[in-house]
């Protein structure tokens, strides 16, 4: 298999990054300090909601070390308002509040001073006269009339609502023997790095320059920024070089860059603002959706599922942004890895006195995966169908790829069934049954969940002109530069930030791949943004087919300007040449060496083909693989490589207690061929303890005053490795026929599936006593209270 | 979140005597904890300084105090708002003295009040102890007043 093929490639290679951050050498913005930098401290809003009468400042001013205090109807009248994905011009949003707050912990004005200790202390000494005003936290609620708007001079609380019909919904349903609705809702929880948000910006204004370190992980980031401040795209430079701890989406502290932005360039200084964690989790702005779904699902007596209909409303919170865009990649998998002939969605996006949503790892699809499986759980149960037998029947056939799903994308390849029974017999599924009766009979609740799903991954971000018409953008390129030095050595450049996704190793092992040159001996760099390319940084699952791309195929054209400066050197045409671990062998048994080429293609013009330009360096601007054009008739192909995964695990908890333990996790995992194992492997069992939070524990959870209860790690609970088991992944590889090497996206493993496969054992465990969990996370209480209930 | 309170204590003086004391702001400040200045700004209008400490989160509070519907020796109404860095909170709370077998006076209060803010999330699983705790610290500096007289 791929062992064979490659020399590099899905071999077991150390991530070249762990050195550094094994050794505690990572450079963190925490670790960046400038000279004479200031820091900044914001006031966070008590109330849900209110009107901002007047801030006085006085106080705060007066104290040693306080610079100054921003609040903001200053920074309103010298910014322009935050990107916004939608068309909704009147829900504006500025870093700090204008004239009313819309959450609480919302901030309202900043202050600026010599620490982050003195800023601290001043900001209790600012008088905020604000009057309560009313609020409203539930979405359905939001959409009511009666329901005051967060934005009044938006008019109501609704952000986005388009209803889609892709194929015959009306004929499917008629035709169908049986129908079945049921509600699911998906919590309001997110990634949530140990490293909070951070940015340092220092204005230079004799340069005209603004530098900016951030913790950031976001596309067209230094362009918003200087749209934001009203300055030329080219005096903005974002470094590039700064190791970002944690995001998987959530790192676009937007607001925290424009702040500090303004501050520096008003103050012509060096200032940082890092969040602290109470900041980060009431107002990071970095909430995940959390989506109520309503289903009604259609189906025949042998278990063919045949059309859906899924209601979808999120919260985003208090203002835009690109939350709403969260229920539009979903579009590119809408129907699961299943056979579903038809879909009728209706994506309803709020806006309500809650912190704002932010982008969280599979930009909304986990949540929509859940509704699905649960949709398979809840027809295998109504038919008496054995819920394995049910996926087995509807999955996607090997044979039908590319397979054409209703909403307009083609899934590229896979064969899901293999993937099944090759985790059905790693987890010796009967043994797996046998234990979970043995375990029922000794008197526990016990339960096993099965989950399908999709990653679609590398896509261009097309849920952007299918839900915003006036958004015309058909391409999320992604770049790499590569340069051979005079002595021989390979440098490529990238040009985003990594947040532990393994870039570097990613690009230097794929080039080490193409030009037959050890990973080892290339270096990565990652300037700045004023000498990269254009990119869209890591989001989407995107980086191995886009960025991976893009390095090999800037590696291919270095290769072959090395072949025909080999061809007019040896005097022979190129076809009688071959490329062997850097050095170029003619048919006739002549070898010239890598160094050779090098001195030739440095030194030596004379020796070049005519019209050759020197030097041996490349760049690669690459598209999208098949997403080239902007959605038609309501359809769009999004993303071009769709991974596999099928979850299997056993639960089982005491009836009083309620605690799950989760005995045994299996996860089947396709996504095609694999450059690094070391770093995919991670990946999903990372995102598999991330779904395990969302299925169990992880909720921002709101009183009825709009108080955000769970803002520490003391009240929002996060699997430890207590609660997360030893995790068996099968691997099996369908290469894709789109990217370089068949790579497919993995970023999004794990997180995806694991929510809908907990549940799905939760639900089988106290399936005997009629009881459904439709909410996400069902804590222990949840369940000890419900079994409590039925058995009273 | 919401708070509420309910108790009665005997104070070893007489209603009237009790009464005094605690429109008092000199005895108020001795006896609320925390409480850092208290001075009338009007008749039955106080305005107060605190520093307070709930859970990991300390700080400052300046309030607003007032008392309604008083009905000397027998009953009032204290209507309490404010904020701090803490947060916000608001509340009331129907006091009423009586007056015992033994001729001691018997105050009886029932309060609710609402919190918001940084205290309401960090502090919310402890809050309704640290206001019992409070309370009963009030409480035993208020008996302190009368144990010493």
Sequence with gaps: MTEQKYKFLSTPRRPVEDRRFVAGRGKFIADLDR????????????????????????????????????????????VQPLMNGLNTPNVRRFPLAVDRVRYAGEWVCAVVAESRALAEDALEKIIVDATPQPFILDAEAALLDTSAPVHPEHGSNLLLDRKFVWGPVDDDFDAAAHSLSFSVTWGRNSTVPIETFGVLAEWNGWDQMLDIWASIQMPKYADQIARSLDLPGNAIRVHYDVDVGGSYGVKRGIKHSVLVGYIARKLGCSVRLIEDRLENMRAGDAHGPERKFDITIAFDQDGTVRSMKMRALDNAGAYAGRAPFQL????????????????????????????????????????????????????????????????????????????????????????????????????????????????????????????????????????????????????????????????????????????????????????????????????????????????????????????????????????????????????????????????????????????????????????????????????????????????????????????????????????????????????????????????????????????????????????????????????????????????????????????????????????????????????????????????????????????????? | MNIELNGSEQINTSPANLWESVIDPVVLQRAIPGCISMTETGKGQYQMTLELKVAAVGGSFEGAVSLSEMNPPDSCIITVSGSGTLGTGGGNATVAITEGDDGNALISYQAQGEVSGLVAGVGQRILMGVAKHLARQFFTALKKEFAAA
């Design chain 1, 35 to 78: 000279p004479n930098m200031l820091h900044v401290a914001p006031l966070a809003s008590h109330y849900a909601a209110a009107v901002i009468n007047g801030i006085d400042a006085s106080a705060a001013l007066a104290m040693p070390g306080v610079v100054d205090v921003i609040t903001g109807a200053e920074l309103a009248a010298a």
């Design chain 1, 328 to 792: 539009g990649k979903p579009i590119s998998a809408i129907v699961g890895p299943y056979q579903i002939n038809s879909v009728a969605y209706h994506a309803l996006s709020v806006t309500t006195n809650k912190t704002v949503q932010e982008a969280v790892r599979g930009f909304g699809q986990a949540p929509t995966n859940y509704a699905i499986e649960t949709a398979m759980d809840r027809v295998a149960e109504y038919l008496g169908m054995d819920r394995l037998a049910l996926r087995q029947k509807n999955l996607i056939r090997k044979d039908q790829f590319p397979y054409l799903i209703p909403s307009g994308s083609y899934y590229d390849s896979g064969d899901y069934h293999a993937v099944v029974d090759k985790v059905l017999t790693a987890a010796d599924y009967p043994a797996m049954l046998a234990e979970r009766d043995r375990l029922r009979d000794a008197g526990m609740m016990a339960g096993i969940g099965i989950a399908a799903c999709l990653e679609p991954s590398g896509g261009n971000s097309s849920f952007e002109p299918l839900l915003n018409q006036s958004n015309q953008t058909s391409t999320w390129m992604e770049s790499c530069q590569v340069n051979i030095d005079a002595l021989g050595k390979v440098t490529a450049r990238i040009h985003t930030t990594s947040s532990g996704q393994g870039h570097e190793t990613l690009v230097s092992t794929v080039l080490g791949e193409v030009m037959q040159i050890d990973p080892e001996l290339i270096r990565i760099t990652r300037p700045n943004s004023l000498e990269s390319l254009p990119g869209n940084s890591p989001v989407g699952s995107r980086m191995a087919i886009m960025l991976g791309g893009a390095a090999a195929r800037a590696g291919e054209k270095l290769k072959a300007k090395i072949m025909a400066i080999a061809a007019h050197r040896l005097g022979v045409a190129i076809d009688e040449l071959r490329y062997e671990g850097g050095d170029v062998l003619a048919n006739d048994g002549r070898r010239l060496a890598w160094d050779e080429m090098v001195e030739l293609a440095h030194r030596q013009y004379h020796n070049l083909p005519d019209g050759m330009d020197p030097g041996l360096a490349s760049f690669d601007i690459m598209q999208v693989p098949t997403g080239d054009a902007l959605p038609v008739d309501d359809k769009v192909q999004m993303y071009p490589c769709y991974s596999f995964e099928f979850h299997l695990l056993l639960v089982s908890f005491d009836p009083i207690i309620g605690r799950p333990d989760i005995h045994s996790y299996f996860i089947g995992h396709d996504c095609g061929t694999v450059i690094n194992p070391a770093i995919v492997s991670g990946m999903t069992y990372g995102g598999i303890a991330h779904g395990i939070g969302a299925a169990l524990f992880e909720e921002f959870a709101y009183d009825t005053n709009g108080q955000l209860l769970t803002q520490s790690f003391l009240d929002y609970l996060m699997p430890s490795s207590h609660e997360v088991p030893a995790i068996q992944i099968v691997k099996h590889c369908t290469p894709s026929p789109h990217t370089v090497f068949g790579q497919k996206g993995s970023g999004e493993s794990g997180y995806l599936g694991a929510p809908a496969a907990v549940s799905g054992a939760i639900n089988d465990a106290v399936s005997g006593l009629g009881i459904h969990f439709e909410k996400l996370p069902i804590r222990m209480s949840a369940i000890s209270d419900a079994i409590a209930a039925k058995t009273s």
